[in-house]
């Protein structure tokens, strides 16, 4: 049940916006930030005023059906017309909690993945490569753009680290559920006796902030440059165009150094830092608004385990909505990618409704 008051500011808002945009006085700036809002108000006035209306509505309904005046023709339209009411109110009330629901201003922004190849040696960075080339499956079928922004390889052909930069519609809503512990269990390449082994990636999601998003002033950084080393140390370049960019108050470091030029090492190292900050000052803003809240979903939180993709069984299980697809293979493809995503995003939403019912 939705407290009536939400639901009358709700109908009072869309008025006023409606007034304001109507008055022609609003400046271009404010006119689009408001047309937005009318925008997404208006998707679920008809539901408010029905919503608000409901009470009434049944009450009316009910005394048709009681009346021992009414002939049984109208009693059986009247039972037909409420219970057409009653389950429209319900999808009212479900459509106007999820508008109530607090929105993430990151959603739309696009976002930087970052894979690191975890516990378990060289199949560890195996792991981190087959994950990124599903990642990169997932941005070709929904026409997303990557862009690597560093790349660090092992041995073995696998990866160390990735960073990437992923553009399109919404992305950051789309990933945001990836950061955490990915969690591999298959029998290695090299593995003779045919055992089992466990190995890990963390993922990292962020969305990438832009200068307004995050001021940062020369005073709070210490740049220090160093000469860039491949594999086993040996030099790739004699110029010290490797950066390595620290943000004082924070004590959030970035390295970089991918590029021949220190400008542009400088350049991947600040977009990388911006972004790493804007999440760092979010999450820290979000666990001082919900200190009592216990919903993990979305958290971000890149020690928690939240998948484990298990070859031998061809199964891959998301732990924090207990959901198990015998489909691993079709997920490495990025063919089910979506699947899993609908259904963590219903189970974050479903604990937020019961937050919001509180």
Known sequence: MIPQKKIREIISKHKTIEQNLSSGSTDKKDYAKMSKEYSDINDVIGSAIQYEKFEISKKELEAMINDNKNDLDIKNLAKIELSNLIKQNIIN??????????????DAKNAILEI????????????????????????????????????????????????????????????????????????????????VHTSAATVAVLPEAEDFDVKLEDKDLRIDVFRSSGPGGQSVNTTDSAVRITHIPTGIVVSQQDEKSQ?????????????????????????????DRKNKIGSGDRS?????????????????????????????????????NENLLLSAQENELKELSK
Not at 135 to 145: A, P
């Open 93 to 106: 009330e479900k459509k106007l909690k999820l508008f109530l629901l607090p929105k993430d201003e990151a």
């Open 116 to 195: 690191r190849a975890g516990t378990g040696g060289l199949e560890a960075s195996l792991f981190a490569g087959d994950l990124f080339k599903m990642y990169e499956k997932v941005c070709n079928k929904k026409k997303w753009i990557l862009e690597i922004i560093s790349i660090s390889k092992s041995e073995a052909g696998g990866l160390k680290e990735v960073v990437a930069l992923i553009k399109g519609k919404n992305i950051y809503s789309s990933l945001k559920y990836e950061s955490g512990v990915h969690r591999v269990q298959r029998v290695p390449d090299t593995e003779t006796q045919g055992r």
């Open 263 to 291: 400008i542009r090492n400088k350049e991947k190292g600040i977009k990388i830092l911006r972004s790493r900050i804007y999440e760092f000052e979010r999450q820290k803003r979000d666990s001082e608004r919900s200190k």
């Open 304 to 340: 928690e385990r939240i998948r484990t993709y298990n070859f031998p069984q061809g199964r891959v299980t998301d732990h924090r909505i207990n959901l198990t697809l015998h489909k691993l293979e079709e997920f490495m493809q990025g063919e089910i990618f979506e699947e899993i």
